[in-house]
């Protein structure tokens, strides 16, 4: 399966080291910003409308991917994920994007396929790309914290992951809503970036350092994306609207997940490198230092 997907090449460059920046406007977010959940979502959602003009130019590459049966999810998600044929009436993405991760679930065997995400114009891709794969698949315009009941209950898997938690204001609500999603005896499957891997960086000889990254520090406000990340967008860099990201720890998140109410099953630190970012990195050095981290959990 070609499993290439744009998002493999990057991620929010905001938290990483910050001379690989062009033009950085990134700074700790002031106590009151951390605090306002909603206006940190508003933001967010307009710098991923923003953003959206970056996945409006794959889009052809994505229906052709869909059309031939193939996946952009990665190894270790399919692994995860395993076969959907027969035993998935109904998959549900949470923070889809422009859905092809999520009609990907399609060709794993899911029956059909709801997509959740907030930005409209990311919604507007992923319904390009369903009309043209002629697949069947819903997306719902919704806030993680205000996701439709009517979904509750549906969703024999529950999948997230890739850069989707960073985005998130309050954890417990988001564990929440992924709990209510899932069918009595659905799972949740996650799959994301791991918060040490910020902690990390390539050398010149292709070894790891330690960066002056703050393991603990709090959400962060920034304007602009890495180019390897989200390529260079019509609106200038210094335009672009302010969003908000915190690397929630481990710790955090499994917490919020245990406090909604999942029975965890499996929680495991993976050394891939799911965004690409550690290419510099020798092969013999791989595998020493956790990239990602998988959850698989049902409702307790
Ligand atoms: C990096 S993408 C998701 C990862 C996806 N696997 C991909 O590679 O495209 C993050 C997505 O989360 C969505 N998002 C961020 N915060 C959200 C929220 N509070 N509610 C719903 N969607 C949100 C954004 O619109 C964006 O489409």
């Given at each position: ?96 994007a422009g859905g092809q991760d ?128 989200i390529a260079q967008l019509s ?38 490198d799911w965004w690409g970012g ?23």
């Amino acid at each position: 399966m070609d499993t290439h997907h744009p998002a493999d090449d990057a991620t929010p460059m905001d938290l990483e080291s910050r001379e690989d920046l062009q033009d950085p406007d990134v700074r700790p977010a002031t106590p009151e910003e951390a605090a306002d959940v909603r206006g940190w979502h508003a933001a967010n959602r307009i710098a991923w409308d923003e953003a959206a003009e970056d996945y409006e130019r794959w889009v052809d590459g994505a229906i052709e991917l869909i059309r031939a049966g193939g996946s952009s999810l990665l190894a270790v998600e399919q692994e995860l994920i395993g076969d959907l044929r027969g035993r998935c009436r109904r998959a549900i993405h949470v923070q889809c994007a422009g859905g092809q991760d999520t009609l990907s679930l399609l060709n794993h065997g899911a029956d059909e396929v709801v997509g959740i995400d907030f930005s409209p114009r990311m919604l507007a891709v992923a319904r390009l790309l369903t009309a043209a794969a002629n697949a069947r698949a819903m997306f719902v315009e919704a806030d993680v914290l205000d996701v439709p009941h009517d979904l509750d209950g549906t969703g024999d898997l529950v999948y997230t992951g890739r850069g989707s938690i960073i985005w998130l204001a309050d954890l417990d609500a988001w564990a929440r809503t992924l709990h209510r999603l899932l069918a009595p005896e659905g799972r949740l499957v996650i799959f994301e970036g791991h918060p040490a891997e910020w902690l990390f960086d390539g050398d010149d000889e292709g070894g790891w350092l330690m960066t002056d990254y703050d393991y603990f520090a709090g959400p962060e406000a920034s304007r602009g994306w890495h180019p390897g990340y989200i390529a260079q967008l019509s609106i200038p860099d210094g335009e672009q609207h302010w969003k908000y990201a915190r690397a929630w720890t481990l710790g955090e998140v499994i917490t919020a997940l245990s406090r909604a109410g999942l029975r965890l099953e499996q929680v495991t630190e993976h050394p891939v490198d799911w965004w690409g970012g550690h290419r510099d990195v020798r092969a013999d050095q791989r595998g020493r230092v956790p990239l990602s981290f998988s959850v698989i959990a049902r409702r307790a």
